[in-house]
């Protein structure tokens, strides 16, 4: 066993109201430099919808993740050897015009233009040449546009629902929509540093982040086409790729991420996981439908005392695994298994994980009124809007089963929560109803806490960096003095 | 008889680029190491960046070792001219490859000063190197025609030249009597090694790296 930390993350689905909030957090600290435009490290998209760069999810044309090859798992763009003959020119590389154009406006123009007929405009400027250009699509461009014939009627995840299913997703009094905000997933078995031929990405042993050297990074560009996310970027001005740190100061400094912290809907967990990094090959090469539980056996119990030998053994800070002990992440991901990660068949094996909306399956009712009572009392879960097909697709590697888990778990807390405060259902029933969907009355009432009542530190559990003492094993500390910061003595730019 | 001119060009020159080179190349790389970049711009132009780059690459690359083989290995070649269908042979791949090379080129330019988006990240070592670059390969074609058979009077004449230069005797009695083509693209050739290490050319050194042979999975902890 070789015990690993790595801080991983929840998106509870359920509570996502799509303010793009954490976008622009995120961007205001991260992206807005020259080259860096046109990323969103942060994004949230509208699903069903073709997200953000478009049809990131079509791995037919992008080539992202790994693949089965010959009983062992392989890049499905360019690793190892076809390196060689498609470095000149990467074959699966997205292009700007996949992403967007990024642009201003002529502001100036509003003050200075003379005086006509008209009102003057603001028009649009690109900010990749600084001429005017017509805006054909941006990094939300189809926020909100469920039931919309060219984006929400394109989602890969739509795959595999029959005709009816799908009409059903476009018909007027039936949309449906839900937000799906996404940043780097920091994986375990990660494509981008798989496929890098310098070297640049890696993994951080302490806490699991995935990053780009800077100093490294020759732009080879094997990293964005590998990546199934699409969730590194190439800096167009640097020529260096670029990709979420997961705010690592601040993380290193106890604060969460920017994205994190400014969640309005506080949908989002961060916390430890202590995994078992020896399986990592075995568990990425398992057959599609044994990867979530594959993962999640990978994920380790930070209280077994087998468990905590190993962590301590492999330097693993005692701070770190009571963070661990206490991780909300660990909670919803290994103990209640409501939270699933996005499309592990790509077999990079994500470590953030998303709690499966709720929303738009409850609301869906004849007009008989909110809940029938019926025999099968999680009956409308299955008879949802959003059918169960397309949230399997994303959230539960092609299978529906592991979603309908989280689902009717989620219901029955909510019914019991209706029963005990509202009363106008039966705590019998509701009880029922918990042990049916493999949950107790002390489960449900700490995923109710966990779930609406969370404060910050219940949300947050960042376990001490330990930098200080880290630097002073090494050095004296008054010479580190002078190297700390990124170790740029002059700001990035392109060439010599 | 040497002139000034041919010592300057043939004696000196050759050092001077080597010495920038090596001294600036090192350098840029310990304190620089942010700027060793491709400077890929397949993201701004994903179409034509096929035809361009795919076509100069390999034709470069299958050029240059031609140029290394003959210097490298003289007296193999010379044996491998002597029958003349195998010289013809040699001598038209390498004349394919260089118009590969120049077609590359040609793609190359076209395509970064006709799209705005690429315009804006040229910079001006970007038109230096792409016109010295023209010119070693237009004279390098022409020489091809005009002088041929050079993959065998390149082993006889200039690779004792080149090994001249290497043990720190120069001698340039081999070159004195050459054509002015000729002259001009050895000439050029010493300007593209000294101005290399001022352009993006420095992606070539940072080509060779264990990735053949790594773990999949690069792990780095804390003052590693």
Known sequence: ?496 | MSSYFDILMFAALPYVAVFTLLLVSIQRYRSQSFTFSSLSTQLLENKRHFWAMVPFHYGILAVFAGHLLAFLMPRAILSWNSAPMRLYLLEVTGLACAVLTLVGLIAMIVRRFTNSKLRVVSTPADVILYALLVFQVVTGIAIAVIHPWGSSWFAASLTPYLRSLFIFNPDISYIVGMPMLIKLHIINAFLVVGFFPFTRLVHILVIPNPYLWRKPQVVRWYGE
């Not at chain 1, 046109?38 to 919808?49: A, D, F, H």
């Not at chain 1, 739509?158 to 920091?186: A, D, W």
């Not at chain 1, 964005?224 to 290193?252: D, H, M, Q």
């Not at chain 1, 962590?311 to 695994?321: F, H, R």
């Open chain 1, 1 to 496: 066993m070789n015990v690993r930390s790595q801080i991983s993350m929840v998106f509870h689905l359920d509570k996502c109201i799509g303010c793009h909030t954490c976008s622009i957090a995120c961007k205001n600290i991260w992206t807005d430099r020259k080259g860096t435009d046109y990323m969103w490290w942060n994004n949230v998209e509208t699903k069903p919808g073709t997200g953000f760069p478009a049809l990131w999810e079509d791995q037919d044309k992008f080539k992202g993740g790994w693949e089965k090859h010959n009983g062992k798992i392989r890049l499905k763009s360019t690793g190892k050897g076809r390196i060689i003959p498609n470095i000149f020119h990467n074959p699966n590389m997205p292009s700007m015009d996949d992403y967007y154009e990024p642009w201003t406006y002529d502001y100036q123009n509003l003050f200075n233009a003379p005086e006509g007929p008209d009102q003057p405009t603001a028009k649009p400027i690109s900010m990749v040449t600084g001429e005017y250009i017509d805006i054909e699509s941006g990094p939300n461009w189809d926020d909100d546009l469920g039931g919309s014939p060219i984006y929400a009627a394109n989602d890969p995840n739509l795959e595999g629902l029959t005709k009816e299913q799908r009409l059903q997703l476009m018909s007027i009094e039936q949309l449906v929509f839900f937000y799906f905000p996404r940043i780097c997933n920091h994986c375990m078995n990660p494509a981008c540093v798989a496929s890098c031929p310098s070297g640049a990405l890696y993994k951080r042993g302490e806490d699991g982040i995935v990053l780009v050297d800077q100093k490294r990074c020759r732009a080879w560009r094997s990293c964005i086409a590998a990546c199934p996310y699409k969730k590194v970027y190439f800096n167009w001005f640097t020529g260096k790729s670029e990709k979420c740190i997961l705010c690592f100061p601040r993380i290193e400094t106890g604060q969460a991420p920017a994205c994190f912290h400014s969640c309005v809907g506080r949908i989002r967990y961060l916390g430890v996981l202590l995994y078992d990094a020896d399986r990592i090959e075995e568990v990425s090469n398992l057959p599609q439908e044994e990867l979530i539980d594959g993962q999640r056996s990978m994920i380790l119990d930070p209280n077994d005392s087998h468990v905590i030998e190993n962590a301590l053994k492999n330097g693993i800070a005692e701070s770190t695994i009571k963070s661990a002990q206490e991780s909300p992440v660990y909670q919803y991901v290994k103990v209640w298994k409501l939270a699933l990660p996005p499309h592990i068949e790509y077999r990079t094996l994500p470590m953030l994980f998303y709690v499966p909306p709720m929303a738009p399956v409850m609301a869906q009712q004849k007009a008989g009124g909110l809940d029938s009572i019926s025999e099968n009392l999680f009956h409308d879960i299955e008879e949802a809007r959003v059918p169960m097909k397309f949230l399997g697709n994303l959230l539960g590697g092609g299978q529906e089963g592991k979603v309908l888990y989280a689902l009717r778990k989620e219901k029955s807390v909510r019914w019991y929560r209706r029963a005990v405060t509202v009363g106008d259902v039966d705590l019998e029933t509701a009880e029922r109803m918990l042990k049916e969907a493999d949950c107790t009355v002390k489960e449900a009432q700490a995923i109710y806490e966990l779930t609406s009542l969370c404060t910050f530190d219940q949300r947050f559990v960042i376990p001490p960096a330990h930098r200080e003492e880290a630097i002073e094993a090494l050095k004296d500390p008054m010479e580190h003095k002078q190297g700390t910061g990124f170790g740029f003595l002059s700001g990035p730019r392109r060439g010599l």
